[in-house]
Structure formats: structure tokens, C-alpha cells
């Protein structure tokens, strides 16, 4: 379909012919942000905002509608040159109640997949015409695709916003993003859409609220005869010259009731909910972890997807497909029912019917497994056999100086998701180095994207950033993951947030430093307050913590808190700046008790934090006030590991024996 101007003229080259789209929901259109943000051009206002933006759409019947645009990723254009990647939008055509919709793709394509692209061109005699061609898809996951086309099928200007099919399944896997030279043309992957889950409550809700209503939309045209499955049974049996094989151990029509079955669910809260389900469903059938780099889901069909190795038509591979998705859906029911009472479904609200439709589901599909052992677990998971016990990870940000111009202080980044065992298992890494005012934005997007891994339900994953100490100031627990979406809850509202110094780490773990650890991972804890050198040697009655009002902004502050960390201790409690009088000695006072109450290392921040909350939801005089400035040093000597001396050798030469 088309996407133009409110106004008639789409028919001249020109006019106001915008682009092409596609409807992946009743009512719901993607194209790209470029084709709304002003014409085909895509050269719409630097940082003018396209949602809620009037937009027409003309069906292939030649039906015209009326849209607007829900949302767009970028929100804004926010600059010169190309449109910012993923470079989609998401429009509402309200009229459009009986649109025949596309099959969105459930995971990530691989490379060099043969694809065929669909578009409307005005640049042909005659004026706007429907196109198609074929070719190849490749690229990196966050990076435009190039499409290359066959020789005689140009993407020409006006296709931007097409679907981009793979030519086996018949599922939309890129959209054109942009005319290229000759035979070669640019395409994002469709999955860039889940970003919507990092924008807010609102666009999640959408983003939600649209892959169900698609998935819904595919089970009732199968049921009635038509649609998707039906086509990809086709194209399968095509290929093989035979009866489909199942894709990833489900056939399409198992694939379309369960995901069907999904749509009904409350959607995951986070990334970190499928992750985790999936790690377990893998292990279950003894099958290879992944790297969680590759993937971004946010729907319980993603994760469905995530168990199936692509390109693998073994009965040996779809056996074990099967299996796993068997897991996880019993999984998946478990964990969902765990909600209820809490904030994801909160006191008095019932199971979601649909978790009877679903363990029907489940109960009737596991005849269908070859291994009875697997078979024989299944009742046992719906039961909770296989729970996970809580957030499976830490995201640490890693901030560090570097060179820049004489005077200006300019600083790098990566943050990182570490599991359980402190391993690093996903990575950003910053483009460019900024000033130290420029550091929450800059961070923004990355942390949004590993928080979103890391939790789980509604356990929150710690936060721990790792800084140059002159950077310890910075009040890193009061930055705002979703500033520009109105929701200005700060990061340590809700989460353990700690401060970890980037110094001692540089300079490698030693003796006194993991000793200390290993008293304070043990307990329990000694308060004091420095400097107290007799304090500091009590370790045969537990692990002194330092407390400390001095502030680390003053000369005398940050002067013991390098002493402090100089001298091994992983932990402390302080704030940024001095208390004197009688908020210093209530301060004090209260520290110690938290300290002596705490147990252990993992107690003393969790309680920290809920101290921290307390005062900053309460009023000026609530007990926890004198929490609202609370610092808390915890800085692990093995996490995440340090490399090893002996990996630092060169390797022996080929054919050497020692």
C-alpha cells in the first residue's frame, strides 16, 4: 500500500506520494519514519516530533484512508544527513478493520538470506506502480541492511517502507529503508521495531497491543482457510518437492495457534523474562547456550523463535525444537502465574484465562515428543518445577577518561550485562568520548537495553557503575532512563545502585582486597567510622565497614575514601557532601544500625536501597530522610573476572612441544 498526503495530487510524479508500506495488524501500518517525516524525500525538520502526524494511505484496492502516525523510531529526525536507524513507523489507519496483514518474522534473519521486495514507485510512465524483485539480504543487527537485487529489478525512489520477504517462509524480515545505486539498496530488519519497548510505557503498550492483535489476526485466517501457514506450507513443499517440514520442530499452523495462545497473555515485563526462560527451556533439552548480544526479544513468540536453529531441516534438529518449545511454553505458564499480587498483576486481579488455553495447549502437544523424559517433566514445570529464583544478572557502566583537547575533560563508556557467576555476556561500547555533562544522555539508550536483560519479573537487576574517583560525585542513582517519555523515575528509585572504583581495578585484584571481600560475603559487618585503625583490625569478630560524613566532594572526604580504598575495603557507606551537627550524628547513627542489621555484603546494599527509596518517596521528616544523599561503595574483586596472567603469553609456535 501507499502512504501519502492528506491532500489529492499522489498521483503526480512529485506531489504528494510519499512512500510504501505495509499492514502488520489490522488497523496498523509500518513504514519507515523517513516516508512520514516529510514525503519520500525524508528530509522532514531537524527534531521536528512525527507522532500524532496525519498521513493517507491508499490500499492496493485503491481504497483511500486516513492515519496518523502512533509512533516512530527515531522519535525525531534530531539532525541533518540520513534518517537515523531503525527508521520505522508505526501508523494507525482506524477504518482499515478488515486489512489482510503480512507475517512478521519472530526472530532476528541470518545473512545473505534470498529475499524479494515489494513496493510503489512513481518513477515509472504512467505514475504510481506496484514493483517487485528479488535478490539477497546482508548486514550487521544495529546497521542499515544492503539489499542486493537482481540484475533488471532497481529499488526505485517511493518503495521505501516496502516489506522485505524471505523467499522460504514468506515472512517480512526487512523493510526498504532507501533507493541504492544500480543493484544495491538499503533495508533495516523489522525486529528494530521491539525499540518501541524501550520508549516508554506507552509505546511498549502499543508495540504489545500490536504483535498480538497480529498474531490473532494470522490464527483467524487459517481457521478460516487463508493466510499465512496455509502460504508457508506451500513455499516449503515447493522447496523440498514434498510435505512441509516443520520449521524449528512446529509446523505453521502449531506455530500460529501457540503464538495465538501467547497473544492472550499479559506480555513480558522485560527482555530479561524471555532470556531466562529460554536459558532454562535450552538446558532442559541439553542444548548450547547462545550469545544474548544477538537478541533483543520483547513477546513470548520471540522467544518461541529463539529455540530453533536456523536453516536446520534435521528430524534430529525439529525433534529437539520441539522439545524445547514444549519447555518453555510450560515455562512460560508457570512464570506468568507467579505475577499475580504483584505490581505486573497486582492484589485481586485473577490468572489470565488464557493460561488454561495455554496448559491445554501444552498437555495436547506433548504426545508429539519423542523423548519420554522430556514428557514425563512437563507436569512438573507447570508446576514450578523449573522457576527462576530471581534477576539473573548485574549491568555494570564502565566509565573511563581518555585523551581529548587541552582542559576539557572527555570520557568513554561500555556497560555490560554479567550473569550470576559475574561473566560479561553482552557489551556496548560508546562511538565517542564526551564531556562529563553529556555522560547520562550518552549512556541512556545502553542502559535502557541491558536493564531490560538483566531483570527478570519484578526483580530488578543491581546497577553498578564503575568510575574514575574524581567522577564519584555524580549522582548516577538519580539519572532517568526515560526522561523523554515523561517517565522521570530516577535509576536508584526501585534498584541497587553502587559505585565501584575504575582505579583499583586498572591497577588488578590483590591479597587484602579479596580478603576483605570474603569477610563481608560472609559476614557479619562492623560499622566504623575513619579513620579508626583499631576498628580496622577486628577481623577475627567480622568485616568492618567504614561510615563516613565527611563527603567525598571536600578535600578531607575524598582524602579517606582513597585511604579507604587503598586499604582493600570493597564496601562503604558515605555521601557527596558534608554533614555536620546533628544530621552528621543522625546520620552516623542510623548508618551504623543499617551496617550491624545488614548481615552480610548482599543485605547491606539491598537494605541500602530500600532505605534510599523510602526517603526519597517520603516527606522531608520520614525517618529514612537521612537516606536521601546515601552513597554506597560495593566493589567485587572478581567481577567481572580479570583476565588470567597466563592468557597474556603468546601462544607456542605450530609443532612446538615443550
Known amino acids: 500500500m501507499r502512504i501519502v498526503g ?25 513504514t519507515c519514519a523517513h516516508v512520514v517525516g516529510k514525503g519520500g524525500s525524508g528530509m522532514g525538520g531537524t527534531g521536528d516530533a512525527l507522532e500524532g502526524r496525519t498521513v493517507g494511505v491508499v490500499t492496493a484496492q485503491g481504497r483511500r484512508l486516513a492515519g496518523s502516525v502512533l509512533h516512530a523510531l527515531p522519535a525525531a529526525r ?54 517487485s524483485g528479488g535478490g539477497t539480504l546482508t548486514g550487521s543487527r544495529d546497521m542499515p541492511h544492503v539489499l542486493r537485487t537482481t540484475r533488471g529489478s532497481p529499488v526505485l525512489h517511493g518503495i521505501s517502507g516496502g516489506p522485505v520477504l524471505d523467499e522460504r517462509t514468506g515472512a517480512v524480515i526487512a523493510v526498504v529503508k532507501g533507493a541504492g545505486r544500480e543493484d544495491s539498496s538499503l533495508a533495516t530488519p523489522v525486529t528494530g521495531l521491539r525499540a518501541l519497548c524501550d520508549e516508554g510505557t506507552e509505546a511498549a503498550a502499543h508495540w504489545h497491543r500490536a504483535v498480538a492483535a497480529h498474531d490473532r489476526h494470522h490464527r483467524a485466517r487459517y481457521l478460516g482457510g487463508r493466510g499465512w501457514p496455509r502460504l508457508q506450507r506451500r513455499l516449503a513443499a515447493g522447496q523440498k518437492g514434498g510435505s512441509a517440514p516443520a520449521a524449528g520442530g512446529l509446523d505453521p499452523g502449531e506455530r500460529t495457534e501457540l503464538y495465538a495462545v501467547f497473544a492472550q497473555l499479559p506480555p513480558p515485563a522485560c527482555a530479561g523474562d524471555v532470556l531466562e526462560l529460554v536459558r532454562i527451556a535450552r538446558r532442559e533439552v541439553l542444548r548450547p547456550t547462545y550469545d544474548i548480544n544477538d537478541h533483543n526479544p520483547r513477546s513470548w513468540r520471540d522467544g518461541a523463535a529463539l529455540l530453533r536453529i536456523p536453516r536446520d531441516s534435521s528430524a534430529e534438529g525439529a525433534q529437539l525444537a520441539l522439545e524445547a518449545v514444549a519447555v518453555y511454553a510450560a515455562l512460560v505458564h508457570d512464570w506468568v502465574g507467579t505475577w499475580v499480587g504483584t505490581p505486573l498483576l497486582p492484589a485481586g486481579t485473577r490468572p489470565p484465562p488464557a493460561l488454561a488455553a495455554l496448559r491445554e495447549w501444552i498437555l495436547r502437544f506433548v504426545p508429539r515428543l519423542d523423548n519420554e523424559v522430556i514428557q514425563e517433566r512437563i507436569p512438573a514445570i507447570l508446576d514450578g518445577a523449573r522457576r527462576p529464583a530471581g534477576a539473573h544478572a548485574n549491568v555494570l557502566v564502565e566509565v573511563e577518561a581518555e585523551p581529548g583537547e587541552p582542559g576539557a575533560d572527555v570520557y568513554g563508556w561500555r556497560v555490560q550485562l554479567l550473569d550470576a557467576q559475574g561473566r560479561v555476556v553482552s557489551t556496548q561500547i560508546s562511538a565517542r568520548s564526551v564531556p562529563r555533562e553529556w555522560l547520562e544522555e550518552e549512556l ?53 545502585v553502587v559505585l565501584r572504583d575504575a582505579e583499583r581495578r586498572a591497577s588488578g585484584s590483590y591479597e587484602r582486597w579479596r580478603a576483605r571481600w570474603a569477610g563481608l560475603a560472609a559476614g557479619p559487618l562492623l560499622p566504623f567510622t575513619p579513620p579508626d585503625p583499631e576498628a580496622e583490625s577486628r577481623n577475627g569478630a567480622g568485616a568492618p565497614v567504614p561510615v563516613d560524613s565527611a563527603g567525598i566532594t ?44 545488614a548481615g552480610d555484603g548482599a543485605g547491606l546494599c539491598a537494605q541500602a536501597c530500600a532505605l534510599r527509596t523510602a526517603a526519597q518517596d517520603g516527606a522531608a521528616d520520614h525517618p529514612a530522610a537521612w537516606a536521601t544523599d546515601l552513597i554506597v561503595l560495593y566493589d567485587p574483586p572478581h567481577s567481572p573476572p580479570l583476565p588470567a596472567e597466563d592468557l597474556l603469553e603468546p601462544p607456542f609456535p605450530p609443532g612446538h612441544l615443550s
Request: neutral net charge.
Open 444 to 496: 541512556r539508550a545502553a542502559l535502557r537495553l541491558q536493564l531490560s536483560k538483566g531483570d527478570l519479573g519484578v526483580a530488578a537487576a543491581r546497577v553498578d557503575f564503575m568510575l574514575p574517583r574524581e567522577l564519584f560525585d555524580e549522582p548516577v542513582e538519580r539519572w532517568t532512563p526515560h526522561p523523554a517519555t515523561g517517565e522521570r523515575v530516577p535509576l536508584g528509585r526501585h534498584r541497587v
Open 554 to 597: 571536600s578535600q578531607e572526604g575524598a582524602r579517606r575514601l582513597a585511604a579507604l580504598l587503598d586499604g582493600g575495603h570493597p564496601a562503604a557507606l558515605c555521601v557527596r557532601h558534608r554533614i555536620d551537627g546533628a544530621r552528621g550524628e543522625t546520620f552516623h547513627r542510623e548508618a551504623h544500625s543499617l551496617v550491624t542489621r
Open 78 to 131: 534530531g539532525g541533518e544527513g540520513a534518517w537515523p536507524m531503525p527508521d520505522l513507523a508505526l501508523v494507525r489507519v482506524p477504518a482499515a478493520m478488515d486489512a489482510d496483514c503480512l507475517w512478521l518474522a519472530d526472530r532476528y534473519s541470518g545473512p545473505d538470506d534470498r529475499i524479494r521486495w515489494y513496493g510503489w514507485s512513481v518513477e515509472v510512465d504512467g505514475g504510481p506502480a506496484f514493483l
Open 6 to 30: 492528506t491532500a489529492a495530487g499522489y498521483e503526480r510524479p512529485g506531489g504528494s506520494f510519499w512512500g510504501s508500506g505495509f499492514f502488520i495488524a489490522p488497523q496498523l501500518v509500518v
